[in-house]
Nanobody, 127 residues
C-alpha cells in the first residue's frame, strides 16, 4: 500500500512558475514508477509527466515539454514537478500517482495503469 500527498498548488500568474511535490509513504515507495496527471471539470484526466522508479527515464506530454520538469528523490520519498512558463490552459487539479509496470516505457501515459493516487492539488493560472 502506498499513500500519496500532493502539496504546492495555488494561484499563479501567466508566465509564472510553481513547484508541486508528492510525498509518498508505504512499502517500497522507491520501487514505484511515478506520474502526474491533471484534470479539469468535464474532461478526462490527462497525462502530464512521469518518471521511472530509478529516476533515469522521464516522459512528458507535448503540451508541457520544455516547461515542466519531473524529478524524484528516493531518499526522501518525494516526487516533484517544476512548472515554468505557466499558461492559463495549465489550470487544473494535479494528481500524483504511482504504479509498478514492467512496460512503463510504453504505458506511462495511461491513467488506468496506475494503482495509487493522491487527493490532488489545485493549480490556477490567471492572467
Amino acid at each position: 500500500q502506498v499513500q500519496l500527498v500532493e502539496t504546492g498548488g495555488g494561484l499563479v500568474q501567466v508566465g509564472g512558475s510553481l513547484r508541486v511535490s508528492c510525498a509518498g509513504s508505504g512499502s517500497s515507495f522507491s520501487a514505484y514508477d511515478m506520474g502526474w496527471f491533471r484534470q479539469v471539470p468535464g474532461k478526462e484526466r490527462e497525462f502530464v509527466a512521469a518518471v521511472s522508479w530509478s529516476g533515469s527515464d522521464t516522459y512528458y506530454d507535448d503540451s508541457v515539454k520544455g516547461r515542466f520538469t519531473i524529478s524524484r528523490d528516493s531518499a526522501k520519498n518525494t516526487v516533484s514537478m517544476q512548472m515554468n512558463s505557466l499558461k492559463r490552459e495549465d489550470t487544473a487539479v494535479y494528481y500524483c500517482t504511482a504504479t509498478r509496470l514492467w512496460n512503463f516505457n510504453k504505458d506511462y501515459g495511461r491513467s488506468t495503469q496506475y494503482t495509487y493516487w493522491g487527493q490532488g492539488t489545485r493549480i490556477t493560472v490567471a492572467s
